[in-house]
Structures are given as C-alpha cells and as structure tokens.
C-alpha cells in the first residue's frame, strides 16, 4: 500500500523503484526487461540479453515479424481456442518456453520455478541441457505437465547418450538436438566480462557439475545428420532439431528421422547478420511439406526469436509454424516475479494472440492459414 508520507504521482509520472504499489510491467516487454536489468547483476544481465558481434541479428529479430502484415477475416462471430497439439501432446497455448541456459542466474528456483509456470498455463517447456537443475529435478518439478529436453553434444558420447536416456526415464516427451552450436557464437559482452557461472550454481547435468566453467568449456561440438538419424533410432523419443534456417537443411533433418524442425537463430547468439527467423519460417515450411515423421504423421515446424506480441505470434502461425517459443521474454518474466512473473509473461502474450486471432476470425491455431499474411508494403508474397 502507498504510504501516507509518500506523495502522489504525477499524472504520468513513472512509478519509483522502491514503490510497493508498483505492478510489474508484464505486458510492456522493453519495461519488463528494464526491471530485470535493475535486480540481475550487469554480467548476467549481459549474458541473456547479449548476441554475437554487433547484435545486429538480436535487434532485427522483433523487427522482422513486424516485416508481415494481417489480413483479418471479418464477419466470423470468432471464439478463439488456443489448445493444439505438440507432437501429439496436447496443450493448452501453442506459446512455449525455448529452452535457456543457467536460469538460476535468474532467480533461487530456477529452472525449477519455470518448469511450474509452464505447468500451470498449459505451456510447454523445453529444458536446456546446460540447466542449473538436473534433468530428474526440473522433471520433479512438475511431473504431469509435458516438457521436451533440449541436448547439447557432450565430449563423451556415452554422456551424451545418458543424458537422452535419462531424459527418456524422466518423462520427457522429446529430444530437441540444438545445431546451430558446432562453437559457441562471438559474444562481445561475455568476452568483455570474461563470464563465468557465477559461484555456488552448478551445471547440473555435466560430469563435474561444482566446477565453474567458462561459458565455452562444457559446450557442444557438432553435430552430423548420422547423428539424428542414430539418435532417431536409439531413442524412443521423437526428435526436434533446432536452429534450421534452410529448407534445403530442413528436409535433410526430415530424412534422417526427424520429427520436427524448429526454425530458429539462437536468439542472434550465434551467427550475426543471419536470415531472421520470421523470414526464414515461410521457406523451411514449403520445403517439409510432404515430409513424413517415423510415425507417420506430418513433419512439424515450430519458430523462435523475438517473439513478442500475440501478433508476431500469429504471424508466425499463419506462416506455418504449430508453435513458437520465447526465449528472452521469460528469463526477465523469472528475474522480476520467479513462476509468478514466468506464468504472467506466458499468460499474457497467450491472452493477446487470442485476441488477435478473434480479431483476425481465427478460431484455433489450425485456422491460421498463410492467405492471413502479406509481406509490409502490399507486395506480393
Ligand atoms: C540466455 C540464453 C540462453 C540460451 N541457452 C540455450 C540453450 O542452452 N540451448 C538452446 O538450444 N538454446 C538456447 N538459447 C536459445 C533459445 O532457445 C532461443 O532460440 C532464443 O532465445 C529465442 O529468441 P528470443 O530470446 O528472442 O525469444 C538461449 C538463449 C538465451 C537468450
Ligand atoms: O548461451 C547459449 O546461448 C547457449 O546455448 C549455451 C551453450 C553452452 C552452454 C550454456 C549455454
């Protein structure tokens, strides 16, 4: 409550740092991430915000959906339902959580505190290999909910394949293989702060997890197409494989087992000036069409990066992606307000994309077809 001694704001007048009154901003990301900033130190700030090289691609990543326009239906009395299927998963928004590294930099619980936000909207999470909480605790966390484990290349094969398996005896319902790291990105500010994880967290899934390794030094080295096809056929899990950008790649990882492709530059952390996620989603799409998972159902396409808007969400829909994750957005939904802030930073985007498909006469995340998104400018697709 406002104090008596405190005096009023102004009309206008932003809301002080140390006023209890002060709602944090869910729905106004730029303000959001401000207040992260303010309670996260400036390396680990750094650290989630950060790209590589000039961060070009970090700042065109929002800029890029906002390159598409909608063509709302009108005269459709629309209700709209966001529930969709995953991988045959059911959940309730097709707005999941990308998997991120050391979230509890972020806050105590971590890993841990995303996992239940995600449980508690209906949302999926994808759990990074290079996660704080080990692959059994984050399960833990919330065992009913669905999550996918993302898994980076380890040194050892057999580590590698313990963490899949590992996966698999935790109830992970996928594996998603990130390989667009066969190094890690040139990130001048992490360069710059010579970034470490900070004492007393752990890498929990790595061999020697007290030790506090450079960013680099437990990170993956490349991956091959017979790698997706072996882990295709040794793992029960279906297989996701993250940071295509081509449809010529995309099919490739198509034929080789996998299951789905999710379309994504790593937040702009690894190649600078690459294709924009909104501009390379519409190629990788056409391409897969036709494509065929080892169960026999069609191959999927999801989306991330600078997903910010239930527009660009819808965009991306339209363009052909069954889901997009938001990576940055809820590492400062878990810096400001832990699950609390998670949960708001999902619900929120989840509450706006249904407004615009009621806008737009979109029922459900099915009905969002590409006749619904010209490129700005009235040009032709
Ligand atoms: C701090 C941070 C750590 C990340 N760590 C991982 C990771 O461990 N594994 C992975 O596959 N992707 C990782 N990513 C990439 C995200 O999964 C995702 O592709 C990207 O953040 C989406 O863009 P957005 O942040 O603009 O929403 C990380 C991204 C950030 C910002
Ligand atoms: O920082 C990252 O983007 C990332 O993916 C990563 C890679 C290796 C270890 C930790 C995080």
Excluded at 50 to 57: H, I, L, P, R
Excluded at 128 to 135: E, F, I, K, L, N
Excluded at 338 to 350: E, F
Aim: net charge negative; aromatic share 6%; with cysteine.
């Amino acid at each position: 409550m406002t104090g008596l001694t405190q005096r009023r704001r102004e009309p206008g007048e932003e809301p002080r740092p140390d006023d209890p009154d002060r709602e944090p901003p869910y729905l106004d990301l730029d303000r959001l991430e401000a207040r992260a900033r303010e309670v996260l130190a400036p390396p680990v700030y750094d650290y989630y915000a950060g790209g590589a090289e000039t961060e070009s691609s970090v700042q065109e990543a929002p800029q890029a959906w906002r390159s598409w326009r909608l063509r709302p239906r009108v005269l459709r009395a629309t209700q709209a339902d966001l529930a969709t299927t995953l991988l045959g998963t059911p959940v309730g928004t097709p707005i999941g959580i990308a998997p991120w590294a050391y979230q509890g930099m972020a806050h105590p619980d971590g890993e841990l505190a995303t996992r239940r936000a995600a449980a508690r909207v209906g949302a999926l999470m994808t759990v990074s290999t290079s996660a704080t909480h080990s692959v059994e605790e984050v399960a833990a966390a919330a065992p009913d909910a669905p999550a996918w484990f993302q898994l980076y290349r380890q040194h050892s094969p057999e580590h590698t394949a313990d963490l899949a398996r590992r996966a698999g005896a935790a109830g992970y319902r996928a594996l998603v293989l990130t390989v667009d790291l066969p190094v890690l990105g040139r990130r001048r500010r992490d360069l710059r702060n010579d970034f470490a994880l900070p004492a007393g967290l752990r890498m929990a899934n790595h061999p020697a997890p007290d030790d506090r390794p450079a960013l680099s030094a437990n990170a993956s080295t490349s991956w091959t197409f017979d790698d997706i096809a072996r882990f295709a056929e040794i793992s029960d899990l279906p297989v996701v494989v993250k940071g295509v950008l081509r449809g010529d790649d995309a099919v490739a990882c198509a034929r080789a087992g996998a299951s789905a492709i999710w379309v994504s530059t790593h937040g702009g952390r690894q190649v600078d000036l690459v294709v924009p996620s909104a501009h390379a989603l519409p190629e990788v799409v056409d391409a897969v069409r036709g494509e065929v998972a080892p169960d026999g159902s069609d191959v999927e396409v999801y989306v991330d990066g600078g997903v910010r808007a239930g527009s660009d969400a819808l965009v991306a829909l339209a363009l052909g992606a069954r889901a997009v994750f938001l990576g940055r957005p809820t590492a400062w939904g878990l810096a400001v307000g832990g699950a609390d802030g998670v949960a708001a930073v999902l619900t929120g985007l989840s509450e706006e994309l249904a407004h615009a498909m009621t806008l737009c006469g979109v029922a459900t995340p099915h009905d969002a077809t590409p006749d619904l998104v010209v490129r700005a400018g009235w040009l032709p697709r």
